[in-house]
Nanobody, 118 residues
Framework: QVQLVESGGGSVQAGGSLRLSCVAS????????MNWYRQAPGKERELVAL???????NYADSVKGRFTISRDNGKSTVYLQMNSLKPEDTAVYYC????????????WGQGTQVTVSS
């Protein structure tokens, strides 16, 4: 009974900030890498940020310096702090967990809409 429950999406003007949260349950959160993806209408889903089990992180070039991914293993929660938002950040943002043998186990949240107006 794996669940990834996302929250924090909404509408903001360019230059604003949002903080996304994803609460996980049903698997051993601390052993999984956690990721944020996004998908804009008519475009492919793309990886935005990831955080490994040891806390190390990677970001897409388009969000470096603006977004920060973090995790709280005690709360089984991953966050995405988004600052200096741009209209091109508008998308549905998805929480993702991956782990197991050869990253074979993957779980997805329901997605949360982020809309940035100019």
């Amino acid at each position: 009974q794996v669940q990834l429950v996302e929250s924090g999406g909404g509408s903001v003007q360019a230059g604003g900030s949002l903080r996304l949260s994803c609460v996980a349950s049903g698997f051993t959160f601390s052993t999984y890498a956690m990721n944020w993806y996004r998908q804009a209408p008519g475009k492919e889903r793309e990886l935005v940020a990831l955080i490994f089990r040891d806390g190390s992180t990677n970001y897409a070039d388009s969000v470096k310096g603006r977004f920060t991914i973090s995790r709280d293993n005690g709360k089984s929660t991953v966050y995405l702090q988004m600052n200096s938002l741009k209209p091109e950040d508008t998308a549905v943002y998805y929480c993702n967990a991956r782990g197991g043998f050869g990253w074979s186990q993957m779980y997805w949240g329901q997605g949360t809409q982020v809309t940035v107006s100019s």
